[in-house]
């Protein structure tokens, strides 16, 4: 069964700094899909970044980026020049490669983000 | 423009009585899910769909039911509600493309169950 871990239940930085947020997982699949979501204040989930297993790059959108290190079951989220409204909970996910399956969630991180 | 929407965004309902949650979309995805949020657990999969006229079983399907008429619409169904299934409903559609479907999410649903 899929698993997925996110360590760090909150993490406080200051604006235009990076911030980095871990997250490991367990499948027994050789494919699979992790993804990281953003959850604002209001609710609303918002996709950020995907990386497939089978990709040894790193996947980059924006200034976010991911740090993926297979050997380990980690892909980690790096936010690079925060700003205040980078202030979210951030949620790791994954699933393998099975049609149409949901997708297998972490806890989060609660990001906050000071002047 | 939103693509997923959800309606209604707030009910409150009591124990025993049926509640209808509906999710619209104009991604124009085949594959449609329902999650909800709770504290503690995350989100979690109750069910969801390839196409029009198909469910299948999520996770934590029992007490739900799901109904997919058509392929912008799919809707959660409590038949007998009970406190426990209070929670944040999340609805979310992807494209078709086996593991690396990409799901997107409407704004949710909060529902409590007296």
């Known amino acids: 069964a899929q698993k997925v871990t996110q360590t760090q239940t909150s993490i406080s930085v200051v604006e235009k700094t990076t911030v980095t947020m871990d997250c490991v997982y367990e499948?027994?699949?050789?494919?699979?899909?992790l993804f990281w979501y953003k959850q604002t204040a209001s609710g609303e989930i918002v996709f950020l970044i995907r990386?497939?297993?089978?990709?040894?790059e790193n996947a980059t959108v924006g200034h976010y980026s991911l740090n993926f290190q297979k050997p380990k079951s980690s892909i980690g989220l790096i936010i690079t020049a925060t700003q205040i409204e980078d202030s979210a909970v951030y949620f790791c996910?994954?699933?393998?490669?099975?049609?149409?399956?949901?997708?297998?969630f972490g806890l989060g991180t609660r990001v906050s983000v000071f002047p | 423009e939103a693509a997923v929407t959800q309606s209604p965004r707030n009910k409150v309902a009591v124990t025993g009585g049926k509640v209808t949650l509906s999710c619209n979309q104009t991604?124009?995805?085949?594959?449609m899910y329902w999650y909800r949020q709770d504290t503690g657990h995350g989100l979690r999969l109750i069910h969801y769909?390839?196409?029009?006229?198909?469910?299948e079983k999520g996770d934590i399907p029992d007490g739900y039911k799901a109904s997919r008429p058509s392929q912008e619409n799919f809707s959660l169904i409590l038949e007998l509600a009970t406190p426990s299934q209070t929670s944040v409903y999340f609805c979310?559609?992807?494209?078709?493309?086996?593991?690396?479907?990409?799901?997107?999410f409407g704004p949710g649903t909060r529902l409590l169950v007296l």
């Open positions: 979310a559609s992807g494209e078709a493309w086996g593991g690396r479907d990409t799901q997107y």
């Open positions: 499948t027994r699949d050789s494919s699979y899909f």
């Open positions: 990386q497939d297993s089978y990709k040894k």
């Open positions: 996910a994954m699933r393998e490669d099975n049609y149409a399956q949901g997708l297998t």
């Open positions: 991604n124009n995805h085949n594959n």
């Open positions: 769909s390839y196409g029009a006229g198909s469910t």
